[in-house]
């Protein structure tokens, strides 16, 4: 007997809600694990074309791996070794930094007593309660921080350990999966996992270039204006595009704020926000679908309520994994046929192709002149066959 007719729709639609939320429980209580590997599947991906180049030199798996390694590991020192440079010539300067940050108080406390009358005395009194409060409270703050943060670098330094192993243990893996999806066709398990390679490795190194453009511009722009540590703060909103959609948004306040302290008209921090704002409509409308183009067709709409709910579920690292692996989810909707609605719910509307009627009914007034059509047709025909019958 068959399943659907045993258990009514209701309790069916009960018993999968309670998958679901059993899954996101999951997902949320082993948030340690499950985001350490989905970084970890993620650099594998993006340095299996170099893995594959090596191993095609005749260079052994485990030496080819440990060459990438080292590649990446090179490469994110040099960029942490850049940052602290950027960052212990701005702590030199921070004296001068608060000196200047006094004097925009200073000014703006005696302005308020001007436009407003706020007494100066009082405006001081309420600096300082709040400036206690923050301070009471920061201990736990800091210590949470901390804490954090310690946890977050003891599990970053795995990920290297992991994508050894994913790369390594490849061929094993897809030999699981075989085992796995038994009932399905090799082939088309080939084509599954082909497409997620495909999408996720032209996510990933578009991402790396949108990143370095838009790093850039936001330099240059800086740089024009004259602002302080301009390849520091533009490279810090690029890489913020890891978050999509804010990322940029967040990373142009702190030199809007160097702007307005350190230079002596207000115009410097108008030019940062209008630089900011030039490359962001850029980065939105032109570099990123040049450069990564349609490989995550999510529209935006789901997009949006992805990342809110990456957010929610694993924090910073749901926001920065929300689209790759929606992406993912996408592929395998489209290829299995119980969800490949789901799939088109996360795709781009194609509202020419879909709305566009195909065919059209045939009004009255077609239908007759077809009719007069046919019956001259007939009656050409009946007019040859007449006149041979006549002269027999």
Known sequence: MNSESTFPYPIRLAASLICVLLIIYGLYALQGIVTLMLYSLLLAMLLFPLCRKLESWKLPRVAAIFVCLVVLIGVLAGIVWLVSMQMANFTDDFPKFQDKMNAVIDRAQRMADDQFGLDKTRQNNEIKRITNDVLHNSGSYIGTF???????????SLVPIFVFFIL??????????????SKTRRHRLDDVLGKIYVVVQGYLTGLVLVIGIVAGLNTAGLLILGIDYAWFF????????????IGILVGSLLPTIYALVTKDSPMYAVGVIGVFSFVQILEGNFITPNVVGSKVSVNPLAAMVVLIMGGQLWGISGLVLALPVTAIMKVICDHVDGLKPYGFLLGDPEYSRELKPTTRLPTLDSLRKRKDKVEKALANEEQPQNQEDTRN
Do not use: E, M, Q
């Open 146 to 156: 901390l804490s954090s943060t310690t946890s977050t670098l003891a599990d970053l």
């Open 234 to 245: 533009g490279t810090l909103a690029a890489v913020l595009l890891l978050i999509p959609y």
């Open 168 to 181: 390594l243990y490849r061929d094993f893996f897809r030999s699981f999966l075989y085992k796995l999806f």
